[in-house]
Every structure is written in structure tokens, then in C-alpha cells.
């Protein structure tokens, strides 16, 4: 399997390090709203923030076009961060295989197939 870094709009984000906080499942789409960690290489990359270790930006991870979905250990409950918001921490794993897809962190193990590739819809 190749790693999420492989996919060209996952590129320049560090998903190991980024922080899903939803995660929404719906006929033929998944969507998880993200803290992403951005790379130096993304367009909106800026020196961290103080008392920051990475640049952060939120959005949405969009997996469109789904014809199967299976999620399994979604049981976890979320950890309050220290803002207040929800976490459901960070990818363990993130890879694919064609149009299949693996999904892995505390909030579970995604795995679906997705017949176009994923996209990011940043937040402003």
C-alpha cells in the first residue's frame, strides 16, 4: 500500500501530526474535519505560531464518490483539548491502494473505496 503522501492533494500536509476533530460518514462521502499540519512546502505555510511546534490550518478531508465504507473501533470517546474543542487525535495510518483507502487513529479504522481521489477544503 502507499502512503497518503503519495496522493498528490496530500502532499503537502503531515497527517501523523494533525488532529481529526469530526469525522462524518454519509451515503458516498466521508468527511473529517482537520487541524492539518502543513508542510513548508504548502502554499499557506507560515512559521508555527508561539508556543506552536507546527503550522496549523483547519479543514476538510473529502472522500467523495464512496461505494463501500466499513468503520470499526469508533467507540473511543474524544479528549477535550486545551481550547476546548474536541480531538479525536491524530492518524496512525493513512494509505490506499488504488481506490482503497485505510484510515487509522483514535478514532478508529476506516477503510472504504473511494473512485476519485481525496481533496482538502480549507477553512478561512
Not at 500500500?1 to 496530500?10: D, H, K, P, V
Not at 501523523?16 to 492539518?36: H, I, Q, R
Not at 506552536?52 to 464512496?66: A, D, N, T, W
Request: charged share 20%; aromatic share 14%.
Amino acid at each position: 500500500m502507499a502512503q497518503y503522501s503519495e496522493c498528490a492533494s496530500l502532499a503537502s500536509v503531515y497527517l501523523e501530526d494533525s488532529w481529526v476533530l469530526s469525522v462524518d460518514a454519509m451515503p458516498t462521502t466521508l468527511e473529517l474535519l482537520v487541524d492539518f499540519v502543513l508542510k513548508e512546502s504548502h502554499p499557506a505555510y507560515a512559521s508555527p505560531a508561539p508556543g506552536e511546534q507546527y503550522c496549523y490550518k483547519k479543514g476538510r478531508l473529502v472522500f467523495s464518490s464512496l461505494v463501500e465504507l466499513h468503520w470499526v473501533d469508533q467507540g473511543r470517546r474524544p479528549a477535550v483539548d486545551a481550547s476546548g474543542e474536541l480531538d479525536y487525535g491524530s492518524f496512525d495510518v493513512a494509505q490506499f491502494e488504488g481506490q482503497a483507502w485505510t484510515l487509522i487513529g483514535d478514532f478508529g479504522r476506516i477503510s472504504f473505496l473511494s473512485q476519485a481521489p481525496p481533496s482538502i477544503e480549507w477553512q478561512f
